[in-house]
């Protein structure tokens, strides 16, 4: 019987939508549909962004789809693709039941934590800040509930020293979705024949994060606090410390810094209408 992969649509968006591709078209599963979210108008200067699976799509000749809503006409288009299944990785919009339902084998979804823990929006940076030591990714069969469907399979991280904070938002999240990947595959594999079966969620275990959009301030003093939340938050939303100068209280976003020995060292930083610098220069030139 055939691998379901070979007959797929994908939907996906962000970086690590791309490296799920890459990982599947190695295995020899290229999708037969990219569905991504539309292009967006960024930056001061207007310039239009793609996601980073449509580029992934044009440097591999995979034709793209990106609806600004799933409604009944995504719905047609899609149907019209007659894939054998949908994957989602890391999409970035609810797909609704009536396009769930569209293809033989439903949808399944590469979810970065071990299901029913950390549902919702911010599972890679939740498991950062928690300091969790068992971090791991699910393969789920969807339902119309977010990140609620049947468990197809699931591996927790083995991480040396049983934490995370040696890992920020991108390395953990790069990690996570390349072991997904591989579940993706051999789970789908088995399904087919008749191997395994997805298992219902204990929704008595179940735990919920929060969309994480807005810059958190640090507090040094708190550093391994302020050191988890660098590494959740520092490459995507922001960190910021507030430091007491002669002209006042000043805001400095934290670009880089380190952890060590107990103390949260800051090692580059922006301050408001100026350009990055070691946060060393910054201190110097307050005296």
Known sequence: MQHPLKNYVFFGSSSFSELVLEKLF????????????????????????????????????????????????????????????????????????????????RAFNIHPSMLPRYRGPSPIQSQILDDEDKP??????????????????QKELVIEEKNVQNYSYTTLGKTLFEIGS???????????????????????????????????????????????????LGENVGVYILVNTKKGVQRLNVNRANYKDGTFIPLRVTPAGKKEMPYEDFLRGQH
């Open 26 to 105: 190695t295995k020899g599963f290229p999708p037969k549909l990219i569905v991504t979210t539309p292009p967006a108008i960024a930056g001061r200067k207007k310039q239009i962004k793609t996601t980073e699976a449509m580029k992934w799509a044009s440097s591999h000749n995979i034709e793209v789809f990106h609806p600004t809503t799933l409604d009944l006409n995504a719905a047609e288009t899609l149907k019209k693709n007659e894939a054998e299944v949908f994957i989602v990785a890391a999409y970035g919009k609810i797909v609704p039941k009536n396009i769930l339902d569209l293809p033989r084998l």
């Open 136 to 153: 791991g990714v699910s393969i789920i069969k969807m339902d119309e509930q977010v990140d609620h469907g049947p468990i197809l399979s």
């Open 182 to 232: 591989d579940l993706l595959v051999e789970g789908l594999d088995g399904l087919t024949k008749g191997l395994v079966k997805p298992v219902i969620q204990n929704e008595t275990k179940a735990t919920f994060t929060k969309k994480l959009d807005a810059p958190l301030a640090l507090n040094p003093e708190n550093a391994k606090d302020a050191w988890l939340k660098f590494l959740a």
